[in-house]
């Protein structure tokens, strides 16, 4: 019996950078970018990487439990001080039993997750069985790696239910790839940790899980000013990803917090003559 | 960032019939970090006369106890309150002896003169006044704030109106700006009344 080497082989496209490639068939080979002609190709990049260099203003988390996976995420884009957009969405639904979180470069989190879809969606019909979150990831950190320096910018979580169970692995643009049961990426993470690491156990069930989230989100709007907007928060579980709850966090603060009304005394001031 | 943006503000101030309003943002926070939720941007120097300050945190408090001690110094030299014009032409005045290390603040101010006329200008940091009959903004909401007052604003308005207007103008553009917001601190100054609003605003 032949052994299947596919696995092994380079995706490293062989013909050569920049060249046209339109003599394959579009997914065979790793999808290939044109370079920029240019003298100073390192100073080129280094420009390119401080340009689109994005602060990965954002927060998402992600936690292992008895029920599955619980996934959450911000809905806040900022550039700079100014707020691009109050909904976007940060997780992606890579197929019905995987989920990916989006932090760093919107176009970068969007297209490479969009990818690993369609590269899972290929394992699939090849190998006649759904691949592993673990095989996905996997693909996923390859695929960034190839791309190191060059300025992409994706801190992301892939979150799935599989055979073996539910799983979660942080991928990054540094080509890193960890598994784990609690992870949380972005600017507001830090505030998002305090709360989740105080407030998580294993067993808990499902309301309890998202409430955790919720608030994890929620604490970390208030604190981060590039987080905000919509605190969305999804449940894997066996049968696949399902969304419970997009909580505008402004109404959040109040529901959490409610304003008790106080007397106010007005100062009457003597009037000028 | 540059350091203007350090502490995040927002500042508005809007003339009606005899009556002028200024409100700022009530969040302190250090780059993207939410640090306080009630800081004071907006203080009164008297009855008929307030002063917002943007800017660096640090230079909105200094400048303002400095602007209190020659207030009261006045004061009791010559046993009234300064106009708001008289006013500005100090705060100007002031800030310019920083030309080369200036004060990283930009005031509106807003009074009462004579007659009962609303009096609003702004400042750069190195003390170019720039007088307005409408409205005057500043802080890292600026731009949304223009925006914002430029459709809202109609003149002679009376007192609640103007506290509707003014307080709609702020939060939606402080919804717009990561480095300020969390509430709102609105002063309406009639002639014979003050009323101060703390408003509810996202809190994100």
Redesign the interface.
Known sequence: MKLDTSGLETTMPVIGFGSNSEMLDGFSSVPSFDLPRTTDFDGFQKKAVEMVKPAK?TTTLAFIFKEGVMVAA?S?A?M????SS?SVKKIIEINPYMLGTMAGGAADCQFWHRNLGIKCRLHELANKRRISVSGASKLLANMLYSYRGMGLSVGTMIAGWDETGPGLYYVDNEGGRLKGDRFSVG?GSPYAYGVLDSGYKFDMSVEEASELARRSIYHA?????????VASVYHVGPQGWKKLSGDD??EL??HYYP?TPVT?E????E??E | ?SIF?YN?SAVVAMVGKNCFAIASDRRL?V????IATDFQRISKIH??LFIGLSGLATDVQTLYQRLVFRHKLYQLREERDMKPETFASLVSAILYEKRFGPFLCQPVIAGLGDDNKPFICTMDSIGAKELAKDFVVSG?ASESLYGACEAMFKPDMEAEELFETISQALLSSV?????SGWGGHVYVVT??????RIL?????
Do not use: W
């Not at chain 1, 700079?80 to 707020?83: E, L, Q, S």
């Not at chain 1, 007005?266 to 001031?269: D, K, P, R, S």
């Open positions: 203003g911000d806040r900022s700079g001080g100014y707020i109050q600017s709007t208030f604190r981060d000013g590039a987080s905000g907007g966090v402004g603060h109040y304003v106010a007005h100062v009457m001031e009037a000028a | 960032m943006e995040g926070g780059q993207l970090q939410t009855d008929h890292t919804d717009r700006d990561c480095l002639p014979n009344e003050v009323k101060e509810k605003g996202r809190m994100d």
